[in-house]
């Protein structure tokens, strides 16, 4: 379940605006916020959405960030940290995942799987990240619309 999950998330990289989800083959529901500008670093634009996935039993709710491809860099990030420098969970996603909409100019970069009490306090004052890697580091700014277009009603 959890590799249907993964997936769903890849292929929701590149949205770009919110919506609903569905999966009857896999049995997935959900809904993703609209995709945002998360970091406006000089050489790398970073785009974020947020996804609420759960296939009746099991939620997952991420941060899913992709990068804007300029044809020359292909960023790697291993890790995930909060400002204080605790760890999130953090995976990476292929970018060779590619879009489901054929607009797309962005490549997945991974997920940062989040709680239900970190997605509604992110959806009043935002959310802050470091992503770091054999790519540097990179900080990201969420503002709070996309985790209030999927915190629980």
Do not use: K, W
């Amino acid at each position: 379940m959890y590799r249907y999950l993964v997936l769903c998330v890849g292929l929701a990289a590149c949205v770009s605006a919110g919506g609903e989800f569905a999966s009857p083959d896999a049995g997935l529901t959900g809904r993703y916020s609209r995709q945002v500008v998360v970091s406006d670093h000089p050489h790398h634009v970073l785009y974020g959405h947020m996804a609420r996935l759960t296939d009746g039993e099991t939620e997952v709710l991420a941060l899913v960030i992709s990068h804007r491809r300029d044809g020359v860099h292909r960023l790697r990030f291993s890790q995930a940290l909060l400002p204080s420098g605790r760890p999130l969970p953090f995976r990476r996603l292929d970018p060779r995942l590619g879009c489901s909409h054929g607009h797309c100019r962005n490549d997945a970069i991974g997920f940062i799987a989040l709680t239900e009490a970190m997605v509604a306090e992110a959806g009043r004052a935002g959310f802050r990240a470091l992503l770091v890697g054999p790519s540097g580091s990179i900080p990201l700014a969420v503002p709070p619309a996309p985790f209030a277009a999927v915190a629980q009603h």
